[in-house]
C-alpha cells in the first residue's frame, strides 16, 4: 500500500447473482460478519462462565454492568435500568468493529462512514421511537424551548430540530474520524520503518533510527487500542444522554 488512506477502500471479493440481483462480497462484508461471529462466540463464551473466567467475569464484566446501571440511574432513572442490554450491545458491537482493525491485515469497520452513519441513524431513530413511546405528545416538547419570547419561538424550534437530527451525525463523524486517523497514522509511521529498512546506513546508525519509529508505532498502537475502547465508551454515554430526552419532558 503507497497511500495512508488506501487501507480502507472497500474491495470486491466475490461477484454472485440472486433472483436477477447482483450483489458483491467484499472485505467490509467479511469484517463485519467475523465481527459479528466474534462477537456471538464472545457471548456464547461468557454465558457459559467457565472456571478459568469466572474471576475475570466477576470483577470485569460486574464492574461494567454495574457503571451502566449507574449512568443509566444518575442520567436518567431507575426506570432507564432496563436500557443496559442495549447499551452492552451497543459497546461491545462497536468495540469489536474498532479492534478488528488493528489485527493485521484486518479491515476497520468503524472507518467507513457508512457503517458509523447507519449505527448514528439507528440509535436516533430508536431514542425517537422511544420518546414518542414513553412521552406521546409531551415529546414535542423536546423542540420547544422554554422561558423564551413567543417572536422567537419559531426560530428557536428549527434550531433545536436541527440540534436532534445532528446527533446522528455527531455519533457517527466522532468515531469515523478518529478511527481513520489513528489508523492512517499508524500506516505513515510504518512506512517510515520500511524506508529506514532501505537505507544503506551502519549498522548502530540503523539500528538506533528503527528502533525510535518502532518504539512510537508501539506507543501508538497502544493508545489505538485505547481510542478503540474510549470511542465505545463515548458513543454509549452520548446515547444515554440524549436517552434522557424519552423520559423527561418540560
Not at 469515523?176 to 551502519?202: K, R
Amino acid at each position: 500500500m503507497f497511500s495512508p488512506l488506501e487501507q480502507f477502500e472497500i474491495i470486491p471479493i466475490y461477484v454472485y447473482s440472486f433472483s436477477f440481483i447482483k450483489n458483491i462480497f467484499s472485505n467490509l462484508d467479511g469484517a463485519c460478519l467475523i465481527c459479528l461471529s466474534l462477537l456471538g462466540l464472545f457471548l456464547f463464551w461468557l454465558n457459559k462462565e467457565p472456571v478459568a473466567v469466572s474471576k475475570f467475569y466477576t470483577f470485569g464484566f460486574s464492574f461494567f454492568s454495574q457503571m451502566v446501571r449507574n449512568m443509566l440511574v444518575s442520567t436518567i432513572n431507575i426506570q432507564a435500568v432496563c436500557h443496559m442490554p442495549l447499551l452492552s450491545t451497543f459497546f461491545l458491537l462497536i468495540l469489536f468493529f474498532n479492534l478488528i482493525g488493528l489485527i493485521p491485515f484486518g479491515f476497520c469497520v468503524t472507518s467507513q462512514i457508512v457503517i458509523t452513519q447507519f449505527l448514528g441513524c439507528l440509535a436516533v431513530l430508536g431514542l425517537t421511537l422511544k420518546g414518542m413511546q414513553q412521552l406521546r405528545l409531551k415529546f414535542i416538547n423536546v423542540f420547544i424551548p422554554r422561558n423564551v419570547p413567543l417572536l422567537l419561538l419559531p426560530f428557536l424550534s428549527l434550531i433545536e430540530i436541527i440540534s436532534f437530527i445532528s446527533r446522528m451525525f455527531s455519533l457517527s463523524i466522532r468515531l469515523f474520524a478518529n478511527m481513520v486517523a489513528g489508523h492512517a497514522l499508524l500506516h505513515i509511521l510504518m512506512g517510515a520503518v520500511v524506508s529506514v529498512l532501505n537505507l544503506a546506513l551502519p549498522t548502530l546508525l540503523l539500528l538506533i533510527l528503527f528502533l525510535i519509529p518502532s518504539l512510537i508505532i508501539v506507543i501508538i498502537f497502544c493508545l489505538e487500542v485505547g481510542i478503540a475502547f474510549l470511542q465505545s465508551y463515548v458513543f454509549v454515554v452520548l446515547f444515554t444522554i440524549y436517552l434522557s430526552d424519552a423520559y423527561k419532558s418540560h
